[in-house]
């Protein structure tokens, strides 16, 4: 039998940042702390202690979650503990909030994502039939930013009207916030808005969209693969722009992989005499 450690170092948890193993993490800073800082570790949702009995059953029983407080004390560790006594698999980031920033690892920078009119939960709205901006997009915001954005994709002409109906946010359309911007794809946009370029695999993949997006296929030899895969899958999918992103994830979580951990390996076939 395996057993879910009590506490995780920041680094270790900075090395399951941006997979689909990413635990749901939850911020539990005081108020005062929450806004005197104005970042996030990345994909983090804020909730109160005191809530604690409205807000867990929110969370995945099959993921595991890591909570972080201020210095990773008595908060983080009465939460986790009412969480493994529930049977989940629940484990404190030890030092915190404080530890992660101290260690100079990614923030998502919540001011400027709040400035371009993103919210926890918020539905994200796009143009239909996505290929390739437009489902990096999404990934990004479900690993990096709120795992519990929702997409919608509709008409070109109907985006706008429907993110004002449904208190939404477009994306990849003229005239928004999180768009085109000079040789940059939407994609590059937002992780510039959410401060995560320092984040050197994510920028890595960021190349490799901007030239599949913007046919600057000589940005990285990967973009002509990605440009062909995004194409076929879209495809195959037909209409079915959810099942597209379900299998554009992949393909993304694996760029990822591999620039987080594997962009240095060759080929080993045919082995050498």
Request: glycine share 8%.
């Amino acid at each position: 039998m395996s057993s879910q450690p009590f506490a995780i170092p920041v680094q270790a948890a900075a090395a399951l940042l941006g997979g689909p193993g990413w635990p749901q993490v939850v911020d539990l800073r005081l108020e005062d702390d929450f806004q005197a800082d104005p970042h996030d570790i990345p994909g983090s949702l804020h909730r109160e202690e005191s809530a604690y009995e409205s807000w867990r059953d929110e969370l995945d029983r099959e993921r595991p979650v890591i909570l972080s407080c201020h210095h990773g004390l008595k908060i983080s560790q009465a939460i986790a503990a009412r969480l493994r006594a529930d049977g989940r698999k629940a484990a404190i980031l030890t030092g915190g909030f404080v530890a992660w920033r101290e260690a100079g690892l990614p923030l998502v920078d919540r001011l400027a994502l709040a400035a371009a009119g993103w919210r926890e939960g918020a539905s994200w709205v796009t143009r239909r039939r996505p290929k390739i901006d437009r489902a990096a997009c999404p990934w990004l915001i479900s690993r990096f930013l709120d795992p519990s954005a929702q997409f919608l994709f509709v008409e070109p002409d109907q985006v706008q009207a429907v993110a004002a109906r449904t208190g939404g946010i477009a994306y990849d359309i003229p005239d928004v916030t999180v768009t085109h911007r000079g040789g940059d794809c939407s994609f590059v946009t937002l992780i510039g808005i959410a401060g995560l370029q320092t984040l050197e695999p994510l920028m890595r993949v960021a190349s490799i969209v901007r030239g599949a997006d913007n046919a600057r296929l000589d940005l990285a030899p990967e973009a002509a693969g990605l440009l062909a895969v995004s194409l076929g899958l879209s495809d195959l999918a037909g209409d079915d722009d959810h099942g597209m992103l379900r299998h554009a994830f992949v393909v993304y979580d694996a760029l990822y992989a591999w620039a987080a951990r594997r962009a240095g390996e060759t080929h080993n076939w045919p082995p050498k005499a």
